[in-house]
Each structure stands twice: as C-alpha cells, then as structure tokens.
C-alpha cells in the first residue's frame, strides 16, 4: 500500500515553474513509485514511464537520443538517467523549443558524474530534489507540517507515541526501505544482501575499476562499523588495505550514492567547516546493521554499537525531514579541542539550535554539559533539544527539552 511521501507537494510546485525535475536517492528509497502516484493523482501532471534499465532502451537513449526523444514524447517519466548522460543536451534543446513546464521528470541513482553533466546542460532549466528512505513520520502517516523539525517546533503538551527502546531497535534494524514496510517483504538477510550485490554490480561497475570491487565490499563494510563517528581517512584507508586517494574517492561514491551524509563540524569560518574532519552516517540504519552483523533487535539495543545505531537513526530523520521538504538541512556537530561537544546544531534564522542524542531515559547535568558551555560562548543560541527514549515531551529547563524520538517529523 502506497505510503504518502511528504516531498509530493514539492514535486508539484517544482513542476510548475521548471520544464525538468530530477529526484535523486539511493536505489529502492522509492523514487519511482513517488513520481507514478503523483501522475497517476494530478491530472495536469500525466506523465508515460520508460526506464533505462532496460538495455535496448538504454541503448537507444545513447546512441541516438533524438530518436529516444521522438520514440518517448513529453510528458515523460526517465528512470535511471545517469546511464544515458547524452540525453541531457537534447533534453535541453527540446524544453527550449517546447517551453512546457513539468515535461520531463528523470531520476538518478547515482549523482556522482550525473549532477556535473546537469550542471553542464540543464542549468536554470531543472529543479532538483532528493528523495530518502521513507521517514518514520511518513510511516505512521503523520500529519504534514510544512516547516521542517527543529528544537523550536516542538510541542511540550503534545502526547507523543509510546514507544519503547526495543521497538525503536526493531525500525532500526530493519531499516527506511518501502519495500520492507509491505505485507509480503523478503526477509532483512536477502533484501539488503541482494542490494549490496546490485549496488556494487550496477551503480558502481562504470565507477570503480572490476578489480576493486571486492575491495569496495570490504570498503563499505568499513565504513558501517564507523557510523557516527568523527572521519578519520587515513584510519579507513588502513582498515580498508586501500590507499587514503582511493578511500577519499570511495567516500565521494557513497555520498553521491545516497548512502551515506558527511555531517561536517560547525564554525563561523566557513572554509573550517570544509577543511576539518566532518561525522560520518549511512542514512539507512538497516543497511548499517546487515554490513556489521547486527540482525536482532534485542541484540541490537543491548550490544556496544547501540548508541552509534541510535544517533544514526535519528540524524536520518532530520536530514529526512528537510529533504523531503525540498530544503537542505543547515546541520552541523560541534567539538573543541577540549573534546566538550553537541551532537548537532541546527541553524536558523541567525541562531544556533542545540542537540544532543542519549540512548537512556534519565539525562543528567553531564548530558548537557555541551549544551551549557555553547550558551557561555558569543553564539547566538536559541532553542535546544535532548532525543532520548522517553515516552513525552517535558522541559529541562525554560529553553532546552527531552523529547522522544517519535517527535521527529
């Protein structure tokens, strides 16, 4: 059953004021299936489906894109476009002779040479939207909200869902794929074992040399066992026996990918943020668990990779929540060298919106004790937050409250 996606009305918008859209994600986040129900739901928005999948439509699609357009007219879904990049100039020459908006709607899987040639090509012509697994608000069908979440959304008086550690362990292992939410889903061992082979076999073959692609797997594997943690590339590259060049490349492919968010260190010098070590999170939490053997819930919620799971998790649903509203998320974490830090900051409107994550449903002074020294510094603060397994939303003090994880939205 088909699961409302918060990013439709932003498709919608978009589709009216750009003659292309792009929605990009990892594979199975459920892109596809996002755009065929808004075309089956809006009428002015009618678009025919072809996938370049397909190997003979591939084929035609490179080899003579303007026949494919001829053969496929307007308005027309494109799946998979980064296997076809000789179609963006012809697209860009048809939208112009056309000036229709909503004609093309394409996605891609695989950002990492598809947004240079959109760049290159579509500039100005194009929206661009990502799409993630599917949130837990998405999940229970939360009403939307149209801003996204921040410490200075949430509602102190609200009843929140009970939920209990185990219960959140069982979303984190099985993880934010749509697929997984049906009736009759294949089990967590062959979904995401069949998705590690086809991402690696598929997205990743024109990518990284055949040779490599074992050496990718031990990678990637790596890489999980490092969720919510501060990046150490010379670390990675060792554990990995591959070159630092080589894991800094890698990197690049499964952040294009949609498989993982760098969280990068917040400081009022922007070229800092850059240069400095960023946080390191997959944005699935099943996939993280299937890549370090974490199968069981129970396990799970007990064992010593708990709290990285944990942070992982909820770092997803906020970069969910501004990305299935078409806005990028001005997130950071912050960490001196004293070692004194807040998990994530969160920027708005000229303030600095303080959280921390704690997998336990007591928080003491030492919690915060980031948190209070933020408020001693010339930062402008406003609003905090602390997410931890807790069944209600109450006040810590007039500016900082303990929430649940299921105020997330």
Sequence with gaps: MYKRRYLESQII????????????GARQVGKTTLLKHISQQTPFLKHHYVSL??????????????????????????DEIQYAPQLFPYLKAEVERKKKMGSYWLTGSQQFHLMKNVSESLAGRVGIVKLLGISQAEEKEAPFEKCPWSPD???????YESISILQIFKKIVRGSFPRLLHRNAPGLDAFYGSYVQTYIDRDLRDLVK?????????????????????????????????????????LSLLESGGQIFLLRPYYKNITKR?????????????????????????????????????????????????????????????????????????????????????????????DIKGITFLKKTNFTIGNGAVLAPTHQACPLSKDLFIIPPDAIS
């Design 13 to 24: 918008n978009l589709s009216k004021t750009f003659p292309i859209l792009l929605l990009t």
């Design 53 to 78: 999948d397909e190997f003979e439509i591939r084929s035609l699609a490179k080899n003579d894109p303007g026949l494919f357009l001829q053969r496929f007219p307007a308005p027309l879904i494109i």
């Design 153 to 159: 959304r949430i509602k102190v008086s609200k009843d």
């Design 274 to 366: 850059l240069i400095k070590a960023p946080k390191l999170y997959f944005l699935d939490t099943g996939l993280v668990c299937y890549l370090t053997g974490w199968r069981d819930s129970q396990t799970a919620s007990g064992g010593a990779f708990a709290g990285q799971l944990f942070e992982t998790f909820l770092i997803g649903e906020i970069v969910k929540s501004y990305l299935h509203r078409g806005i990028e998320p001005r997130i950071f974490y912050f960490r001196t060298k004293e070692k004194i830090e807040v998990d994530l900051l969160i920027e708005k409107n000229g303030k600095l919106l303080p959280v921390e994550i704690k997998l336990s449903s007591s928080v003491r002074s030492g």
């Design 210 to 250: 055949v040779s490599s692609l074992s050496s990718f797997d031990k990678f990637i594997r790596v890489c999980a066992a490092r969720t919510a943690s501060v990046l150490n590339l010379s670390d990675l590259a060792r554990d990995s026996d591959i070159s630092v060049n080589t894991a800094k490349e890698w």
